[in-house]
């Protein structure tokens, strides 16, 4: 089977600065990858390598067999990308937004029209749709920007940090639709610092730290040798295992 | 209007298409930017009155009103002079000013639109697209602000001078046009040359700030100028100064292709600069500006959400503003006031865009007033007898309105929300926090300004006037402190600049406003109706005010809670 995503030796830095040090990783369909680790570690700039944000960087990248750098345009049709920092041209209306991003994708205006009303409506904007986005909260904005991503039904689903300001029902339902998404052959990369999300949702998780993978497997597997929770298993990898410590420290300010 | 204008351009498709872009994609970015052209508030025009509307629909209709209005006031020069080199020169001055900086300022939005690097980047778009998309927006915003612009003069001279006239005042705006894009290309180059890409917007907010002051000064000022040179000399050729100004040279141009023999040499050659220069200027932006210019809008996305290491502006600790803070308030609570309005109002954006300039329209109001007038003297002679006149009182109550602004202004901010903080602080009486905010504008802001003003009235009128001076201070810092006891029952940096002002406030405006003129006024009776005793009687005012200053500051530092309730309920 050719894997989805195959990252072959990637180095990145910026500078003198090295980002990226020696990453590999190979992954199949239907996988959800939990992609974590510390501020800093690396995450988001392997998520835009991935997705043609940045593009120059060491190594190869392949997607569904194809080389980023040959085929950055296929590549991207094939990849739905939900950023973390809620950028969104918010001066326009949910529909319009979506219009214009269908029609970067070729989407006919129909198919457009009929995929966000579904889908907006599933996390509860039906009413807003024709409302400019300005006035929204972030969780609002956060769901128009997941549906535009899944809009023109990818093969590659990189999300980083999609749960940020969602409500509660929301997270269910955007748990729901990963898993479903996986189950039909998507594949998932998922980047979080919500430790107890990524342990239920992933089948694989991966943590990084200063560039380089430090752990991979599924989650049961990476309870046999560290900690109970993914917390912790988290807590020992990175080389935190004095936490209390530092809270100690952060409460005691008080007394000097 | 928008439907149009992008059916004009996608009549191009097959063009477009050949050049390996993608029509659809192309029409999909450009539809979207002109709407949301459409929904931004304008930048220059817009900036000081506040939004009526909170829906913002049609910005980009009135940015085209307000240059054909522009437009037709450029007009006033044909009717200055009858010479048209001297006519051309002053319209396409006004022409080319207004143009840069109301490209400059919308450029930032244009161009530096970080958002479009997390929305079209991941997206499958080629670079040319997104290439032909900016090149072609940036285009259609330069015509909806030149065709306007120079509609009413191209009327005109067709009107005068005939077909052949027109037309190459049709060329000669496109070479201004493109005057323009290079100097504004050029500015932003070198800013980002000498700058990091987190400062930039902070530099351009800078850029903003001079440009507006020379507008405001070029519109007060500039017909006096103007009228003043056509009195002196009877053509701008006279003037040797000018010669290294583009709108010489394009007035020459246009002079010399329509009367081509007879001319004096000077004039072949400015005519010659005018053709040359332009396109030449265009080809240094293409060849070397723009490459290095998209590399480092390139940058400037992936630098902005700190992937890349980058260096976070470091503050000195223990700032000299804390030994100001320490000196000049009074507890705890009004220190705080004191130094939170000290910091923000150096690096708001926002409020050094409207306040230092008004500091500046305080001497261009002064020198409107010195020199206008419909008589034909000249502005030396009206110089040289300033002394002899009781202007200085003109300057000192006009500089009030710098201190009113700085003051009006310190409540608004983009941050407001921010203010949620004072609210869940045990602070026992906001007046403290206000008293103290007050105090920095006045001693950070005004003071310093002051002394300026100062120095200019005792260089053209000596020692004299040291007692107004001394009133007048005195004056605007109870001025100051009344208008805060009562517009300013907010704090500092904690209302959202779009609310509108109710007629009550509106009012209420204007008596603070009238305050300074009567006292002002009062003042200036004093110094010309009774000169024997005016000194003395300066100097008893100066003790009244004193005192009156003291108790409208003893009143509002007291303010409380209550007081701010009710005052925000009528905001």
Known sequence: ?256 | MNKLILRLVMAFKGLYRGMGVDAGQLEAILQVKLTMDDRRPRNVFGRNQPQRKKVIRNATLGTVITSLVLGCVYLYFFFLSQDYLTAFTLYFLMFMVMLSITLISDFTDVLIDVKDNYIILPRPVNARTILMARLLHILIHLCRIVVPMMLPGLVYVSIQTGVPGALLFCLDVALATLVCIFAINAVYLVILRVTTVERFKDIIGVVQILFSILVFATYYLGPRLAANLVLAKSSIIGHPWFYPAPPLWLAALWEVLRHPAGQIPLLYMLAAAGAILPPLCIWVVIRFLAPSFDRKLGGLGSGGSGAAPSKGRSVRRGASYRSVSHWVTRGNTESTGFDIAWLLSGRSRDFKLKVYPSFAYVLVYFFYYVFIGKDKVSIADKWNHLNETHMYILLIYFSSFAMISAISNLVYSDKYKASWVYYVSPVKVPGEILVGAVKAMLVKYFIPFYAMVSILAFYIWGIGVLPDLVLGLVNVTWFGLLMGFMRLKKFPFSATPNIQAGSGRFIQGLLIIAVPGLVGFGHYLIRSTLPSISTWLIWLFTVLSVILAWLIYGRYREVSWAELEKASAEF
């Open chain 1, 1 to 256: 089977m050719t894997p989805t995503v195959s990252i072959q030796h990637l180095f990145k830095s910026y500078g003198d600065k090295a980002v990226l040090n020696d990453i590999s990783l190979d992954v199949f369909p239907g996988q959800i990858i939990g992609y974590i680790g510390p501020n800093g570690a690396g995450k988001s700039t392997t998520v835009k390598i991935l997705t043609g944000l940045i593009p120059d960087f060491e190594g190869s990248v392949t997607i569904n067999g194809l080389d980023l750098r040959e085929h950055p345009l296929e590549i991207k049709r094939m990849i739905g990308y939900i950023p973390e920092n809620a950028e969104i041209y918010d001066v326009l209306t949910p529909m319009e937004y979506l219009q214009f991003i269908g029609r970067l994708y070729d989407l006919s205006a129909d198919t457009v029209r009929e995929r966000a009303e579904q889908m907006l409506a599933a996390f509860g904007l039906k009413d807003v749709l024709d409302q400019r986005m300005d006035t929204f909260s972030k969780g609002m904005k956060q769901k128009v920007l997941i549906t535009s991503g899944l809009l023109h039904n990818p093969s590659l689903i990189v999300l980083d940090e999609p749960l940020s300001g969602l409500d509660a029902n929301a997270v269910i339902v955007m748990k729901e639709i990963m898993s479903r998404l996986a189950r039909e052959g998507k594949t998932l990369f998922y980047c979080s610092h919500m430790m107890d999300v990524v342990e239920k949702v992933s089948d694989r998780i991966m943590l990084i730290n200063r560039g380089r993978i430090i752990a991979d497997g599924a989650f049961e597997e990476l309870r046999k040798n560290s900690g109970d929770s993914l917390e912790k298993i988290f807590a020992q990898l990175t080389g935190e295992t004095n936490l209390e410590g530092e809270a100690d420290k952060f409460v005691n300010a008080f007394e000097s």
